[in-house]
């Protein structure tokens, strides 16, 4: 997979668009009746010329709307009032007088997105560039589509690791297996077998860490050692390290955690953090803390000096499948539908300063840099697609779309990143740099 190489290859992914298949033009509309194609809003209409219009009928009052300039209401907050949090929190180098969490800048253009074609995923749409639907796994200028790895996994994709200074990408997979694919050819290398699904699989330094049930492999790339780190009981859905601590969330509801023994070349039992009552599916580390997101809806916030809980937040109402931090904040996404932004108040805790309202179940979170280093979050939901926002306005970049719910995302170097999907394909995209605009 010579990224770079194949960019012009694999560039044949592109946003197609247009009113339909029929003649174009009001003179044509007196002679139809002033009624939709049934049959071309089902994308098979095969009359030319048809009765009917292959084109929407504009709302009431369209014109006038578009005569006036007006645009639909962006996302944001219902006031104004900035952030809650003390004002360290309020204004970062990260912030200017014109970016706030859910404002959108006047120097970016928010692109309603369109749907994806179903008959194009199936193969068999007869519209060609004619249909008003989008025949491109993205939608957006920002990114776009490498490579697929082909020949890959039989069922959900469920971690990516990409070990920083290795020409492998790994994956792991339901299907019990792990694959090691070249990097400069993209071809599978080889095929690990583990007897048991994977639940994640993380990277740091030269190892990398898999988690199946009632176990966690962990794998040295540098001295090929191969240990198994027993404890876990049921699925291990994340894991994380922080403060020389490997800590992975278990479906029996606890947070395990090993330390490395240089001296004896193990992983050693250090810790089990109990306080969740049902499975810990999300992880992660800052600010000296460890957060960990459960199927009780609720995010538990773990000093990482003593290991102690000291501090729970319940500000979802469903699953909280992921957990990330950015700059001097904690961002969670959930099944109820909702990113929610948390900061710190003037006594230290954590409280929701901002909430951010989806279509869909949200089911994994992933940051990035685009290629000018503005911050990107990358939301997968449980309608088969993945919005890319810009932070901290949460204005939409684009969209990625898969055939089944993408459950891994790994950002890369370079602006490149990786998804894996329920149909266990791997893809690579990579962000492209924005084109200036030009002078008048």
């Known amino acids: 997979m010579d990224l770079d190489a194949h960019g012009g290859n694999k560039g ?4 197609l668009s247009g009113g339909g298949g029929g003649p174009r033009g009001n003179h044509n ?4 009746n002033q009624k939709v194609c049934f049959h071309w809003r089902a994308g098979k209409c095969n009359r030319f010329p048809c009765p009917f219009l292959h084109r ?17 209401a962006k996302r944001g907050f219902s006031n104004d009032s900035g952030f809650s949090g003390p004002p360290a929190a309020r204004r970062t180098p990260n912030f200017n007088s014109s970016s706030t969490w859910g404002r959108t800048g006047n120097n970016r253009v928010v692109k309603k997105t369109d749907k994806l074609c179903n008959y194009w995923i199936q193969g068999n749409c007869t519209f060609g560039e004619g249909c008003r639907y989008l025949h491109s796994w993205s939608s957006g200028d920002s990114f776009s589509l490498l490579t697929q790895l082909e020949g890959g996994h039989q069922k959900v994709v469920s971690g990516i690791a990409l070990p920083s200074g290795s020409d492998k990408l790994y994956t792991g997979s339901q299907d019990e297996t792990v694959r090691i694919w070249d990097c400069q050819s993209g071809q599978c290398m080889g095929v690990i077998n583990l007897g048991g699904e994977v639940g994640c699989m993380i ?7 898999v988690g199946i049930p009632n176990l966690v492999k962990a794998w040295n790339l540098q001295t090929n050692a191969d240990l198994s780190l027993s ?7 994340a894991m994380v390290v922080g403060s020389d601590l490997l800590f992975a969330g278990t479906q029996d509801s606890e947070i395990l955690a090993w330390r490395y023994n240089a001296a004896t070349s193990i992983f050693e039992p250090a810790a089990s953090l109990k306080g969740h009552s049902l499975a810990v599916v999300s992880l ?14 609720s995010i538990k916030v773990w000093n990482l000096e003593n290991l102690q809980c000291v ?11 992921s957990v990330l931090c950015w700059d001097q904040f904690l961002l969670s996404s959930s099944l109820d539908k909702t990113i929610k932004v948390w900061a710190a108040t003037e006594r230290g805790d954590l409280e929701v300063t901002y909430t951010h309202q989806e279509e869909h179940g949200l089911l994994k979170l992933c940051g990035m840099h685009d290629l000018e280093g503005k911050p990107l979050l990358l939301c997968s939901c449980n309608d088969n697609s993945v919005r890319i926002y810009d932070l901290p306005s949460f204005s939409e970049r684009g969209k990625i779309f898969s055939k089944q719910e993408i459950r891994a995302i790994q950002a890369g170097p370079g602006g490149l990143f990786f998804t894996g999907d329920g149909t266990g394909q791997v893809r690579v995209w990579n962000c492209k740099a924005e084109q200036p605009t030009p002078a008048t």
């Open 12 to 15: 044949v992914f592109h946003r």
């Open 29 to 32: 509309d007196s002679n139809k």
């Open 56 to 72: 929407e009928l504009p709302p009431p009052n369209s014109s006038a709307s578009a005569s006036n300039g007006s645009h639909p």
């Open 203 to 209: 990277t740091e330094g030269p190892w990398i860490f």
């Open 231 to 237: 404890g876990p009981v049921g699925q291990v859905y």
């Open 284 to 297: 992660v580390v800052g600010a000296n803390r460890l957060f960990s997101g459960s199927m009780d809806n």
């Open 311 to 321: 501090q729970t937040l319940t500000g979802h109402t469903s699953v909280v499948m």
